[in-house]
């Protein structure tokens, strides 16, 4: 993904429903992707990660999905908590030398009690 | 917590001056990479230290420079500030070059007036 503008996207919905964010990277050969949540005045935080030999990975309340067809990578939280309210970052990069991490834009979600 | 620490936590300089910040590794990873964080975008990548060499660069001028010490601690010099270097700089650590899971610290938050 590539960050553009000062605006996010933002997700609102209510306290106890599933939260769905969604991501499109730009590059092909990226093989590893992470979903990261900063908070307010906070670093970003490790949530999941998962390969490009794998299509799916669960977690806790989580679940990555990739597509690599469509470049596409979508984060889903179940039964969404007022603790959950972040911004959320996905971030890829691919095997090389230096791991760096490209990030996307970034999606504000809003929990509403 | 990540275990990676930055110091200090906010910073205040004026144009053209220098700025030093710095950044403990958690332990067992020697490896640390820098990132700037504008406000309403994603992190972008500065450079990566591996076992004290500089291992890759992202797009920012020679004026961004820095060091990693033989306890994988590592530092960030910004020479002849500008306005547009005000932003959150974030470090974070990983057990390997190689390894893509990155860990990262609170940030500094940098205002340059």
């Known amino acids: 993904g590539e960050s553009v503008g000062l605006h996010l996207p933002t997700l609102s919905v209510q306290e106890g429903d599933n939260s769905i964010i969604n991501c499109a990277y730009s590059n092909s050969a990226s093989d590893y992707f992470i979903w990261y949540k900063q908070e307010s005045g906070k670093g970003p935080q490790f949530i999941i990660d998962i390969r490009s030999n794998m299509d799916k990975r669960q977690g806790q309340r989580v679940t990555v999905l990739l597509n690599k067809t469509v470049k596409h990578l979508s984060l889903q939280i179940a039964a969404t908590q007022p603790g959950d309210s972040a911004v959320y970052f996905c971030a890829d990069t691919y095997g090389g030398a230096t791991n760096k991490l490209i990030f996307g834009t970034g999606t504000l979600l809003a929990v509403q009690p | 917590e990540t275990g990676v620490t930055q110091s200090p936590t906010h910073l205040i300089k004026t144009r053209g001056q220098q700025v030093t910040l710095r950044c403990s590794s958690q332990s067992g990873h020697n490896t640390v990479s820098w990132y700037q964080q504008a406000l309403g975008q994603g992190p972008q990548f500065i450079f990566q230290?591996?076992?004290?060499?500089?291992?890759g660069r992202g797009n920012f001028p020679p004026r961004f420079s820095g060091l990693q010490f033989p306890n994988y601690s590592s530092e960030l010099n910004v020479n002849a500030l500008e306005l547009d270097d005000s932003a959150l700089y974030l470090c974070?650590?990983?057990?390997?070059?190689?390894?893509?899971?990155?860990?990262f610290g609170p940030g500094t938050r940098l205002l340059v007036l």
């Open positions: 974070a650590s990983s057990r390997d070059r190689k390894q893509e899971t990155q860990y």
């Open positions: 230290y591996y076992r004290e060499e500089e291992n």
